[in-house]
């Protein structure tokens, strides 16, 4: 059945990239009547089976028996030429059938630089790239995931996208599915299911300044506006993972404890999308979590959520995870989160022995930029988790931030290095017997990227000469040597702006930049700024009008048809009370009207935990 | 007291294209799910009590091939090789669990058989040539480089049947790639799929006996 012999195979760098066989790899008899689906991962192998969702959706997917769910991963470039040499086209894992051969391409939107790879996959499995090239005996192409949140970019290649919880709809779409229905009366069958947008039923018109002057359905059976699919509360979980064979980078078992996040950080396009925080139970999660390490064999457990402490039962799962891990010899990891005292003792409980260094992720360096984008975190906060940490013996704490943020000023850059100097002169208010080794702080400053859904979407993104005139800045200011600075390619930042923010008229730009060899674009030893700059060009697009450009509030944004739950209304309101620098409660604290009425509408309301360990609102809860 | 246990397992399909680091984590997973008492190493990364004989070069199959498990609580025999088999990812199969004493397999493994089906029709008598020869000097990597060594001491013996059997000296202390032999028989290096390891040796006197 496989598509390539063993000698072209074993001229691969990581043949087990293509050849299956993993543990709980599902397979299926192939008979007429059964709906083949592909899901894609346009990126690697290695970094696609670390996907939680892949996981989830390929169990969702295969619990039906009419259903077979096969996995396609983005080929590396031996593959690429291999297939290309060969003439063969991409094939998926589980069955080495084409592409070609399957009902649905279901393809996973992480992140906005692998638009490229997704147009790669297509042309490697011999699918015409355009939706509207496309007949009745092509693949149907889908897409999901959070870009899927902004879906414009990607209009011309996508027959329909998929935004929201994928347990919510997906069985809807399938079971109107037929083969002998033409593509166009299937898409028209699937317009008003929620969380279902077909971009070849809609049209856009731009004023001569640029911006849309309308958007709308060109078809009876599409919706003005598409509703996001909803779970109102989490059920799914799979009994078992599939388990590689060859390594993958995070080579363990997640559990995902909760969706959603109680905060509203202004920048964090999660925090909004996903709303409203909905939890499993602990009795659901320790099922899960004996099932799926029993299934597996995995040494380690990862706790996945937004912020895990802020689960209103976080005690009592770590205490009965304990014990599941105890007798089986697993560890548990848990995501970086808030460093407060229940972080702290949490790792305290699932590490004893090992030491690494932990993540704090303060995201701004002055209190101003901190409240402006409602992080809700003080100074003394920050230093109170990073005394605490290095009592219990942590000696390298790294911090995140974020640059280019609204409003930020250069004394605002400089802040990170006042702040980072104040963590290493709270390493020396250890004892000199405390202090084993001398410690490190490790600053990572990401460029920031304006998102759809979020408060920020309005605001202007720094321009890549601004982001690295900042960078050198707070480089040369750098006088501590407990201190390293790292910061992220300002370039990269601008193109993923772009995709982020963009509308259907960039589809020709991304198709201009894959054609002139754009693949792996998230990588940064393939990326070629100026391969994008010439495909904006070539399809007469101006990355500024995407990038540095501030959205006035009655302007159409691309994304606008979408109705995510969050009223623009209440994003409106968190834009410009950021200006002001003013803060938010969070779901826990009081509830900030965000459009989603979790009461209302019967979705778990956000009571939190008795003894929330949230640190209160300093400033006495605006709204 | 920790039971010592080897295990005689057979080797291919998919995992053939997995590297051996790969496939001790795949291994060590399918004893996990096993549920076998294993026992653990001390120190700060406790792990399974797992060595295996000799890796397995990337795209050969195995047939008879070996690795010993520490348990820390007895278990019986028939039950090892049930579980094992149970979890165990296909083209993994496990055949045998018996106790041992003494030296690990890795440390007693002096000698591979393999089968090689070339591709191409060999001369009548290229095994025969070989055999025959005082010396085989070939390009060898090592460690400091690329250095020409005599690989006719570790050709111990060279049939021509059906298939083309090898014997050749693989363990810790000498070694020789199959592929390296199967090259010099064929005129070019095959592809690693058309040859199988089929049994691991260690001394006993002058004579080879499987593990």
Known sequence: MRALSDSELLTLTKPGRYTGGDVNAVSKEITPGLTRFAFCFPDVYEIGMSHLGLQMLYFFLNRRDDVFCERVFMPWFDMVDKLQDSDKPLFAIESGNPLGEFDFLGFTLQYEMSYTNILAMLELGKIPLLASQRGDSHPIICAGGPCATNPEPLADFVDFFYIGDGEASLDEILNKYDKAMGRRTFLESIARVDGVYVPSLYEATYGDDGRISSFAPTSPAAPAMVKRAMLPKLGFFPDKFLTPLTEAVQDRAVLEIARGCVHGCRFCQAGFIYRPMRERTVPDLLAHAANILDATGHDEISLLSLSACDHGHFDELLDGLLDIVKSRRVNISLPSTRLDAKYLSALAKTQNLRKSSLTVAPEAGSQRMRDIINKNLTEQQILEGCYNAFLAGYDKIKLYFMSGLPGETIEDSLSVLELCDKVVETYYRLSYEERKRPVSVSVSTSCFVPKAFTPFQWAAQAAPEEFIATQQEVKGKLRNKRITYRYHDAKTAQIEGVLARGDRRLGKAILAAYQAGAIYDGWSEHFDHARWLAAFEQAAIDPGFYTTRQREADEILPWDFIDMGISKAFLLSEWQKSATSQLTTNCYQGCANCGLACNKAGLSPCTGPKNCSSPVDRKGGAK | ?211
């Open chain 2, 1 to 211: 007291m920790n039971q010592n246990i080897r295990l005689r397992f057979a080797k291919g399909g998919a995992l053939r294209f997995i590297g051996h680091l790969d496939f001790q984590r795949v291994f060590m997973q399918t004893v996990t799910r096993a549920g076998l008492p294993a026992a653990y190493s001390q120190g700060f990364n406790p792990h399974i009590l797992l060595s295996f004989a000799l890796p397995l070069p990337l795209g050969m199959a195995s047939i008879n091939d070996y690795a010993d498990i520490a348990l820390a609580a007895p278990m019986a025999q028939e039950e090892i090789i049930q579980r094992l088999n149970a979890a165990a990812p296909a083209g993994l199969a496990i055949h045998e669990a018996s106790p041992y004493e003494g030296k690990g397999a890795a440390a007693i493994t002096t000698a591979a058989k393999y089968e090689f089906t070339p591709t191409t029709t060999l001369p009548p008598d290229a095994c025969e040539k070989i055999m025959a020869m005082e010396a085989l000097v070939v390009p060898k990597k090592t460690k400091s480089g690329v250095k020409d060594t005599d690989i006719r001491p570790d050709i111990f013996q060279l049939t021509h049947g059906e298939t083309i059997t090898m014997l050749l000296a693989a363990g810790s202390a000498r070694f020789i790639n199959p592929l390296t032999v199967a090259g010099q028989l064929a005129g070019q290096p095959p592809c690693p799929s058309t040859i199988c390891r089929v049994q691991l040796y260690k001394s006993s006197g002058k004579e080879l006996v499987a593990l």
